[in-house]
């Protein structure tokens, strides 16, 4: 048993995939560079084009090649699904509702209008129309799996990116059915199929947001009174793989359920625990991925048709730039975030691969064709970090970006995470009362608007980066969190509490219910506005039919005081964090 284990070639492949890890995600992050360039570049050198092609001359090669490239691929398919299903986590249903008009509009335009003007490219250079077709909005995608741990999904380069991923992520499945249909021996089959899968996808879909909405809180508290990492790993995995197998059942992607399935949980107030457990995973399966793609790249191919293939690499990244960034600016986006998402967005994807496949196994295009195309596919993933950096450059010389201000006040200041309406307003109090202070936000147009009113704005994104550590955070009297999206907000305060456990964090809650869960993450005041809007109005009214000013004050103050030990026991506040002294006082 140990000779065969010793002479396992699945064994030998994860010592390669191990050890590419090891090498590249430490030598790529001390020289500042991505390692998903790290990744594809160890996967075109232990690839069957690479090293892999010298083992029958040298046999030692054998131990630092893939001797299976085949049976990477379901690690690399899960590690697409682990990458949806952390995006999941980030998002939430509030934020997919206001992203609707980008996700259906700017996503929908985008996909439609690159996917048929490339066809028609195609056609006119003698591509037969379906073949031209297939090709147009295969090439049309934009890599989910790369551009998003870029971009992140909360500035506006972010949120842009997101949503016209997810429209063509949503498209994958009726893509796919329509080119089988147009097979011409699958026709009636292809669309009997395509109606069948839709509606029963709907159904599956409707069920898991209404069982995982049940389910889902009792599943992970039970888990979480055990305290045991373990079961939470392994309920995790369980809500996952369970929901990408019931959308793939009937034939939508996995990645649609892995995404259902990272939103539901993400409602919960478990999602950092998950999102903890869940992170070393998703890196090492995405680098599995990568290492997929770079084994796919043929440099002898390449070389042989060196001019044709980068002439097609730079047409499409270019003319897919150009269209993206019309569109953003057609539909209100700066001039900098549209250039920079348009070139962010340029190359092809990882869901190119696979309507290729798809496009070739209905013999809509040759062998050859597809070849060729995959390749323009993978030197396009490698290149995408490239594109992020020539994006943001170009973006910063379109419309320069405001910087990072570093002479800070001589005296620690507070910082206010937005700097919109609420932010400013507590700017102005702060000043009326001599205490420095900083607004900090990743809104370019605000930053900017707050500085020409004279506040001392910066931007910056607090989830994200060292922002906040530039800032002094380490010494700031407080935090004071003004954005109104309640789950960016708690995920904030769970982050900040548990790296500075004494600090002072003040926090806007949409409602009772939020500033109850607020306060179970770790804040140290969360202020309703529904509260503070009735107080107002009862104070008014007061005041106006003739009652003294001096007891309404006081009886507004105890009202406060009631409602925040009434939102404290319900929230299950176990703990106050002890807090350093805020010059706040006194």
Do not use: C
Request: hydrophobic share 50%; aromatic share 6%; charged share 15%.
């Amino acid at each position: 048993m140990a000779g065969e284990l010793s002479n396992s070639p699945m064994l030998s492949d994860a010592l390669v995939i191990l050890g590419a890890a090891g090498i590249v995600i430490p030598s790529f992050t001390r020289l500042r560079i991505t390692p998903v360039i790290g990744f594809i570049l160890i996967g075109i050198a232990v690839g069957p084009f690479g090293l892999g092609s010298l083992v029958y001359d040298y046999s030692w090669l054998g131990h630092v090649t893939i001797s299976d490239p085949d049976g990477l691929k379901p690690f690399a398919e899960f590690g697409i699904i682990l990458l949806l299903f952390a995006i999941g986590l980030e998002l939430s249903f509030n934020r997919l509702w206001q992203l609707r008009r980008l996700v259906f509009g700017l996503g929908a335009l985008e996909l439609l209008i690159i996917g048929i003007s490339l066809a028609i490219v195609l056609t006119m250079m003698g591509q037969y129309w379906t073949g031209a077709a297939a090709l147009g909005f295969a090439l049309a995608f934009s890599s989910t799996a790369i551009v998003l741990p870029i971009s992140g999904t909360t500035t506006p380069v972010g949120r842009a990116a997101l949503s016209m991923l997810l429209f063509e992520d949503i498209m994958i499945v009726p893509i796919v059915f329509l080119l089988g249909a147009m097979a011409p021996h699958t026709q009636a089959e292809g669309w009997e199929g395509m109606v069948e899968t839709l509606w029963q996808g709907g159904l599956v879909i409707a069920v898991l947001l209404i069982v995982g909405r049940l389910a889902l809180p009792r599943l992970f508290a039970q888990a979480a009174r055990t305290k045991s990492p373990e079961l939470f790993l392994a309920a995790s995995l369980l809500v996952v793989i369970g929901s990408s197998l019931a959308t793939s059942s009937v034939g939508l992607s996995p990645i649609v359920g892995a995404l259902i399935a990272g939103l539901l949980i993400a409602e919960t107030e478990y999602h950092g625990e998950v999102e903890g457990i869940m992170e070393p995973f998703k890196g090492l399966a995405l680098g599995v991925f990568l290492i997929t793609v770079g084994m796919s790249i043929d440099l002898f191919t390449i070389w042989d048709n060196l001019g044709s293939i980068l002439l097609a690499v730079v047409l499409v990244l270019t003319f897919k730039a150009t269209v993206t960034g019309v569109l953003l600016r057609l539909m209100g986006a700066r001039r900098s975030t549209a250039a920079e998402t348009g070139i962010l967005m340029a190359s092809p994807s990882e869901t190119t691969l696979i309507v290729l496949a798809a496009a070739g196994s209905a013999m809509l295009i040759q062998p050859g064709t597809a070849q060729f195309w995959q390749i323009v596919t993978a030197i396009g993933l490698t290149v995408t970090p490239i594109l992020a950096r020539l994006g943001r450059a170009i973006a910063r010389q379109v419309e320069p970006v405001p910087e990072l201000d570093t002479t800070l006040p001589s005296e620690p200041p507070v910082i206010i995470i937005g700097a919109g309406r609420v932010g400013l307003l507590v700017a102005d109090m702060l000043t009326a009362h001599g205490k420095p202070y900083v607004a900090l936000d990743a809104d370019a147009d605000l930053i900017t608007k707050a500085k020409r009113a004279g506040y001392h704005a910066m931007f910056g994104d607090a989830a994200r980066g060292t922002a906040l550590t530039r800032l002094g955070i380490e010494s700031s009297p407080a935090i004071v969190l003004t954005m109104d999206e309640p789950i960016l907000a708690k995920r904030l305060v769970t982050k900040l509490r548990n790296a500075y456990p004494d600090l002072r964090i003040v926090v806007r809650a949409r409602d009772l219910e939020h500033a109850a869960a607020l306060y179970r993450a770790g804040a140290s005041h969360a202020v309703p506005e529904t509260l503070e809007s009735s107080l107002q109005l009862s104070e008014a009214v007061l005041v106006d039919i003739g009652v003294a000013m001096g007891p309404v004050i006081v009886s507004i103050h105890e009202k406060r005081d009631e409602f925040r030990d009434r939102i404290e026991r319900e929230g299950k506040l176990d703990y106050k964090p002890k807090l350093r002294t805020s010059t706040l006082e006194g």
